[in-house]
Every structure is written in structure tokens, then in C-alpha cells.
């Protein structure tokens, strides 16, 4: 709801100077990650935040990982847990965390992002053979909402699972927990971690804003303003899956759809051949546009071999 008004909320704000605005509860539950960006970062440049802003989906993906679940089975168990809703869409297709990356984005950078327009791309295609690949990467999965600063000063902020190697923080968050990451100049790296929803995370957080309100303690809900320009054409390395059926020549033609894409392979990733009907392998890339995956990704899709559109995912 509230990167839903954003532009509005900002605009009654700045009528009304004398109100004020928390909302820490809105993002992460009980971490206080919105009253730390409100307040921790001013003397410090941050140049990216990114982390698990949805335990359903992380709960989701460590049973995958875990216990070799697929997505369907992952998915009715969060179910009958109570951590996914009988229309699961806003967490598996990652609207919630859409939301939540425009608000980051907001205190952290000062640009106001439509949440809508945040390139958003959720869990519901992965399975349990891409967490098979990703281990043999020395990495696990995670739906991350990133938002950063692009090498040319531009700002792109997305949605994606992402491969993530075990070495980060953020593979270590495990059922429903959240984590959050940011990167600036003065601390290269500081993580936030904690329960992301729950009765008592939740009303802790809005406790904590009702107390600061009572002391007077409150701070100025947005900061931070800019006229960064977005451009979610990012760089990434990509894990790109592709569903095939066997046959001579396939290593070849997606060399050659790499190459008229502008694509550089870093490896391609195969476990041994159960099915020669139904079988998928994997291509891992050098450090590419998004663009560039994504035509590559649309040549693919249209070769004989091929089963459906690849998946890609960003390594981190």
C-alpha cells in the first residue's frame, strides 16, 4: 500500500510538516531495516541493498535445496504451514518483494520508483535439477530484490531468484527469515537479519515506532531525494537452464546464438543423460547485460532442440 501511494504520501508530507510518517513494520518485519536506512547511512554512500524481503518464498526454496523438493510440493507444504496464502501469487511471482525493493530504493538512493514498473521475476519456473546445478556452482538459490548503482552512476533495481553462493551471508538464511545486505563506501558490506512476519516481530517493530513517536525521537520518513536515472539493463554474470531434447549439433547452435547475442560462456554445466527426450543442461556466462541474456535466451527458445524458454537467473 505504501509503494502503491508513494508519490502521494511524499506530496501530504511535505504539506503537513508537523506529521509523522513510520512505517517500519512494512518491510522485513522485525528487522529495523527502515529506521537504520532512515538514519545509519547519511554520513555514508550506498551504492546497493539487496536481500530476502518474502519468507514464504524462502521457506519454499530451503525445502528445495534442503530435501530435493519440487516447487509444487514446496509450495503446498508452506501452505498447510500457514506461511503461503491459498493464492500464493503475490509471494511465489515476487509482487510482495517488488513492493518492498521500491522502498528500499526510495531511502536508500532517494529515487521513487513505481513499484510496477520493478522488473520482477518470481520462483514458480525453478526446480529442483537447478538447485542440483547451483551446488555443483558452490551456490544456492534465493529471491532477491536488488537495487544498485550501475557502473555509468545509473540505477537498476529488479527482482530475481539469483544464484548465491554459499560464502554469502545470504545463503545462510534458512526457513521464513529475512536478510538484507547493503553495500557503501564507508562499509563495504552490513547485513540485517531476522524474522520477516510474525505476530510478535511485527508488533515489536511497531511498537518500537509508536515509542520513538512518544519521545519525540522520530526521523524524517524520506530522507533522501535524486534525479537518478534508472536502467535495469544491469550487468551480471547469468545461469541460464535450457530444456532440451538430445541431438547432434545442440553445443554448437548455442555457441553460435551466444556469440550474435554477445554473450561470453563461462561454462556449460550437464548432468549425466537420464532421458534423451527430456533433459536439461546449463550455460554460465561472463559478466553480460541483461539485454544481451535475454536475446540470447529468445534465439534459444527458437531452435528445434528446444523445450520452452530457458531460464536465467543472475549469479551473484
Not at 519468507?55 to 535445496?65: I, P, S, V
Not at 530475481?160 to 563506501?185: C, E, F, Q, R, Y
Request: proline content about 6%; hydrophobic content about 45%; charged content about 15%.
Amino acid at each position: 500500500l505504501i509503494a502503491s501511494f508513494l508519490p502521494e504520501l511524499q506530496a501530504a508530507l511535505k504539506a503537513n510538516p508537523l506529521v509523522s510518517f513510520n512505517f517500519e513494520a512494512a518491510v522485513c518485519g522485525g528487522i529495523p531495516i527502515i529506521h537504520t536506512l532512515q538514519t545509519d547511512f547519511m554520513a555514508d554512500k550506498i551504492f546497493k541493498v539487496m536481500g530476502i524481503m518474502n519468507g514464504t518464498t524462502n521457506f519454499m526454496l530451503c525445502k528445495m535445496e534442503d530435501e530435493g523438493a519440487e516447487y509444487d510440493a514446496a509450495l503446498k507444504e508452506a501452505q498447510s504451514l500457514g506461511f503461503a496464502e491459498a493464492d500464493p501469487t503475490a509471494d511465489v511471482e515476487g509482487h510482495d518483494v517488488q513492493a518492498k525493493i521500491a522502498l528500499l530504493t526510495k531511502l536508500a538512493f532517494g529515487k521513487t520508483v513505481p513499484f510496477h514498473t520493478v522488473p520482477t521475476t518470481g520462483i514458480s519456473k525453478l526446480a529442483k535439477v537447478d538447485f542440483e546445478y547451483a551446488r555443483s556452482l558452490k551456490s544456492t538459490i534465493k529471491l532477491l530484490g536488488t537495487s544498485t548503482l550501475n557502473p555509468d552512476g545509473t540505477l537498476a533495481v529488479f527482482v530475481s531468484p539469483t544464484i548465491v553462493p554459499i560464502i554469502s551471508p545470504l545463503s545462510s538464511a534458512k526457513g521464513p527469515g529475512n536478510m538484507v545486505l547493503i553495500n557503501s563506501d564507508n562499509m563495504p558490506s552490513s547485513t540485517f537479519a531476522g524474522p520477516g512476519a510474525g505476530r510478535f516481530p511485527t508488533a515489536n517493530s511497531v511498537l518500537n515506532d509508536l515509542v520513538r513517536l512518544s519521545l519525540g525521537t522520530t526521523s524524517a520518513p524520506f530522507p533522501l531525494e535524486s534525479d537518478l536515472v534508472l536502467n535495469n539493463d544491469y550487468l551480471a554474470r547469468f545461469y541460464i537452464r535450457i530444456k532440451c531434447s538430445d541431438g547432434l549439433g545442440i553445443i554448437r547452435l548455442v555457441g553460435e546464438a551466444a556469440e550474435s547475442s554477445g554473450v561470453s560462456i563461462h561454462a556449460i554445466l550437464q548432468n549425466p543423460i537420464e532421458n534423451h527426450l527430456n533433459l536439461d543442461f546449463v550455460v554460465t556466462t561472463e559478466q553480460v547485460k541483461l539485454s544481451q541474456v535475454q536475446r540470447f535466451a529468445e534465439l534459444v527458445e527458437k531452435m528445434p532442440f528446444a523445450k520452452g524458454a530457458p531460464l536465467f537467473l543472475p549469479i551473484l
